[in-house]
């Protein structure tokens, strides 16, 4: 602390050594740091603080005075403490403010502290001072852009504050170096900030001045053009780059600059460069900012997706079945020349209306198509009913989808399939069904009745005639034998037919077999049959219809047969997989260019008591099972029919 002496010098030294210390600091906390710490130097302790319309003045910085016993909180300006009236005086007033009289807390005993004798803030004063007194404060306005901020100082003469003219000055340097620094410190960040966003942005970016001399130059147009800073800024750059003049880019460029306006375009630079450039320019009075991103990917791209386009939008012109597109309110967005055809509606009558073609009996069903789209669930192959314009029902197969551009809902789309040809051809297939179906019965009951009514009475003919009699009623009873099996065998291939494909159930072979080969040596008492081995207790894979695959093989062999005593042998060969059953004759055999034939519909042998569609029925009923029939050769003579069947157990 000064001892009184050369008081007014001592301040304006210490003013001086303020002006010194500013040009050392280096941002504003720093500056109001060092003007603290050179007046307290000085022995002027001093804070500064900053007025806040909520919050009053804030202390900031200090130096020589303890911020915390020189402020219980925000100095108010509307009721300040007595030690703190120069200081809102001085905001208020937006002027230099003295006191002789100091801090008036620091001697808080005295009766001109102006303080209660049982006041708080005479309490807290005299804890604060510690016995030490000031005879002078000052507070002095510092110009600032922001918050009004205030400097206020003590000193221990009444005196030491006289001179309010420098007290001014002080304020206004304080507040000029910080305004300076602070533009410095702008002005530098702004460049430190530019130079690391052109230097981070993924755009090349170079700039040029009025006379088009390169001035920057970032690290990705060097890399695009091959041409490092060193060698470009500073130059022309139309002589950098020759081959750019008499370019679009050129004239882009230079209208810009001359234009003062800013502009974007996308042009393709020829060779030596050879891709499509976007390029963004800025132009002001010191010259041009160019950013340019290389965008031949993405222009090959949209290249790519408008001929993708254009040959969708083909595709869906010439399909030949309706494709439409509907909006979020069923709104018609897309309408194909096969849509005009099939419902009736020209497009020009639909599009932007509500879907004309569904039926209201049908409005729910479309309703629920709509609820699984939104849930993300196609709908796929569905039989359903559209309206067309005339009001005749349309039957289709509908797929639909939920159509999205960039994430965003576009549209349904719906692909109709017109199906009322194969519905009509199922009616009249159906019809076909069910007149086979009486014809089936018509054979199976009446005709088989009326055989048996006659081979009952050609029966009881026997021995009642003789000679040539005898002959015509034997052949006789040869037809109705012939006839009877004929009802069966259409019968079941009348079932096979009507039926439609079964899976496959666990059948056990051995039983099925012994009755097929009872059935046939009942009925052939002049033929042999009998069984090589033993017929193993598996299962394979069929339906109830396989008796009448053995049974058929089986008469097959006797009928085909041109020995007196026809021989059938019959074998079976259990595998893991599959079993192979055998069966034999020694008949005339099958000549190989008809071993695939005579599974067909219809044939048969010369002079065969068959009806020719056995071995037919045959294949239809293993091959319904993934199973298999063919025929080989039988040695010494003879042939052998193979049937396959997958094994069930």
Same mark, same amino acid.
């Given at each position: 602390?000064?001892?009184?002496?050369?008081?007014?010098?001592?301040?304006?030294?210490?003013?001086?050594?303020?002006?010194?210390?500013?040009?050392?600091?280096?941002?504003?906390?720093?500056?109001?740091?060092?003007?603290?710490?050179?007046?307290?130097?000085?022995?002027?302790?001093?804070?500064?603080?900053?007025?806040?319309?909520?919050?009053?003045?804030?202390?900031?910085?200090?130096?020589?005075?303890?911020?915390?016993?020189?402020?219980?909180?925000?100095?108010?300006?509307?009721?300040?403490?007595?030690?703190?009236?120069?200081?809102?005086?001085?905001?208020?007033?937006?002027?230099?403010?003295?006191?002789?009289?100091?801090?008036?807390?620091?001697?808080?005993?005295?009766?001109?502290?102006?303080?209660?004798?049982?006041?708080?803030?005479?309490?807290?004063?005299?804890?604060?001072?510690?016995?030490?007194?000031?005879e002078a404060s000052a507070a002095v306005p510092i110009p600032a852009d922001g918050p009004v901020a205030v400097l206020t100082l003590y000193g221990d003469r009444a005196g030491a504050f006289d001179d309010e003219s420098l007290l001014a000055e002080l304020g206004d340097t304080v507040g000029a170096a910080m305004a300076n620094r602070s533009e410095r410190d702008d002005l530098a960040a702004s460049k430190r900030t530019y130079?690391?966003?052109?230097?981070?942005?993924?755009?090349?970016?170079?700039?040029?001045?009025?006379?088009?001399?390169?001035?920057?130059?970032?690290?990705?147009?060097?890399?695009?053009?091959?041409?490092?800073?060193?060698?470009?800024?500073?130059?022309?750059?139309?002589?950098?780059?020759?081959?750019?003049?008499?370019?679009?880019?050129?004239?882009?460029?230079?209208?810009?600059?001359?234009?003062?306006?800013?502009?974007?375009?996308?042009?393709?630079?020829?060779?030596?460069?050879?891709?499509?450039?976007?390029?963004?320019?800025?132009? $002001?009075?010191? =010259?041009?900012?160019? #950013?340019?991103? /290389?965008?031949?990917? !993405?222009?090959?791209? &949209? %290249?790519? @997706?408008? *001929?993708?386009?254009?040959?969708?939008?083909?595709?869906?012109?010439?399909s030949p079945d309706p494709i439409t597109m509907l909006g979020a309110e069923s709104e018609v967005m897309m309408w194909n020349p096969a849509a005009e055809e099939i419902f009736g509606w020209e497009r020009e009558e639909v599009l932007g209306e509500p879907a004309p073609y569904i039926p209201e009996e049908r409005r729910e069903e479309y309703e629920g198509f709509i609820e699984n789209l939104n849930q993300g669930q196609p709908?796929?192959?569905?039989?359903?009913?559209?309206?067309?314009?005339?009001?005749?029902?349309?039957?289709?197969?509908?797929?639909?989808?939920?159509?999205?551009?960039?994430? $965003?809902?576009? =549209?349904?789309?719906? #692909?109709?399939? /017109?199906?009322?040809? !194969?519905?009509?051809? &199922? %009616?009249? @297939?159906? *019809?076909?069904?069910?007149?086979?179906?009486?014809?089936?019965?018509?054979?199976?009951?009446?005709?088989?009745?009326?055989?048996?009514?006659?081979?009952?009475?050609?029966?009881?003919?026997?021995?009642?005639?003789d000679g040539e009699s005898q002959a015509a009623l034997d052949r006789i009873l040869g037809s109705i034998e012939s006839a009877v099996e004929l009802t069966n065998t259409a019968g079941d291939l009348a079932d096979v037919m009507l039926g439609t494909p079964e899976e496959s159930e666990r059948i056990p072979l051995r039983s099925t077999l012994e009755s097929g080969i009872s059935e046939v040596r009942s009925a052939y008492s002049?033929?042999?049959?009998?069984?090589?081995?033993?017929?193993?207790?598996?299962?394979?894979?069929?339906?109830?219809?396989?008796?009448?695959?053995? %049974?058929? @093989?089986?008469?097959?062999?006797?009928?085909?047969?041109?020995?007196?005593?026809?021989?059938?042998?019959?074998?079976?060969?259990?595998?893991?997989?599959?079993?192979?059953?055998?069966?034999?004759?020694?008949?005339?055999?099958?000549?190989?260019?008809?071993?695939?034939?005579?599974?067909?519909?219809?044939?048969?042998?010369?002079?065969?008591?068959?009806?020719?569609?056995?071995?037919?029925?045959?294949?239809?009923?293993?091959?319904?099972?993934?199973?298999?029939?063919?025929?080989?050769?039988?040695?010494?003579?003879?042939?052998?029919?193979?049937?396959?069947?997958?094994?069930?157990?």
């Open positions: 602390m000064h001892d009184g002496t050369g008081a007014d010098s001592a301040f304006g030294a210490a003013v001086r050594g303020v002006y010194r210390a500013l040009h050392e600091a280096s941002d504003r906390a720093d500056f109001e740091a060092t003007v603290c710490q050179v007046l307290d130097a000085a022995g002027y302790p001093a804070w500064i603080g900053a007025f806040d319309e909520a919050d009053g003045v804030v202390p900031r910085a200090a130096a020589g005075i303890d911020e915390e016993a020189l402020v219980d909180g925000p100095v108010m300006l509307d009721d300040p403490a007595p030690h703190h009236r120069v200081t809102a005086t001085a905001v208020r007033t937006g002027s230099v403010q003295t006191a002789t009289d100091g801090w008036p807390g620091l001697d808080a005993e005295s009766p001109e502290s102006g303080l209660d004798a049982e006041s708080p803030e005479r309490e807290s004063a005299t804890e604060r001072t510690a016995g030490e007194r000031y130079e690391r966003l052109v230097e981070r942005v993924s755009d090349a970016y170079h700039a040029v001045d009025d006379e088009w001399r390169i001035t920057y130059w970032n690290e990705q147009i060097a890399q695009r053009t091959e041409t490092p800073a060193a060698t470009a800024v500073g130059e022309v750059f139309w002589e950098v780059f020759p081959d750019l003049v008499g370019t679009d880019l050129e004239t882009q460029y230079r209208e810009a600059m001359a234009g003062q306006e800013s502009r974007s375009f996308e042009t393709y630079l020829d060779e030596p460069f050879d891709y499509w450039v976007e390029v963004d320019l800025y132009p $002001d009075e010191d =010259g041009l900012s160019i #950013f340019s991103r /290389d965008v031949t990917e !993405r222009v090959a791209r &949209e %290249r790519e @997706l408008r *001929e993708t386009a254009n040959t969708l939008q083909t595709i869906i012109e010439v709908n796929r192959f569905v039989e359903t009913v559209r309206e067309a314009k005339d009001g005749e029902g349309v039957d289709v197969i509908l797929s639909s989808a939920t159509v999205e551009t960039d994430g $965003d809902f576009t =549209g349904y789309v719906g #692909f109709f399939k /017109d199906i009322r040809q !194969r519905k009509e051809y &199922e %009616r009249r @297939l159906q *019809e076909q069904r069910d007149s086979l179906d009486v014809l089936n019965q018509v054979v199976r009951h009446d005709i088989r009745n009326d055989l048996q009514v006659v081979s009952a009475s050609a029966e009881r003919l026997k021995g009642e005639v002049d033929a042999s049959v009998t069984v090589e081995g033993e017929i193993p207790p598996v299962s394979v894979c069929a339906d109830e219809m396989l008796p009448s695959v053995f %049974r058929n @093989l089986l008469k097959n062999a006797v009928q085909h047969n041109d020995r007196d005593r026809p021989e059938v042998t019959v074998s079976v060969d259990a595998g893991d997989d599959a079993v192979s059953v055998r069966v034999a004759d020694d008949g005339p055999g099958v000549p190989d260019e008809r071993k695939d034939e005579i599974f067909g519909r219809g044939e048969k042998g010369l002079e065969s008591r068959g009806t020719g569609i056995g071995l037919f029925l045959v294949r239809e009923l293993v091959e319904s099972h993934g199973g298999t029939v063919r025929v080989e050769d039988n040695d010494p003579r003879g042939a052998v029919f193979v049937v396959e069947l997958p094994r069930a157990d």
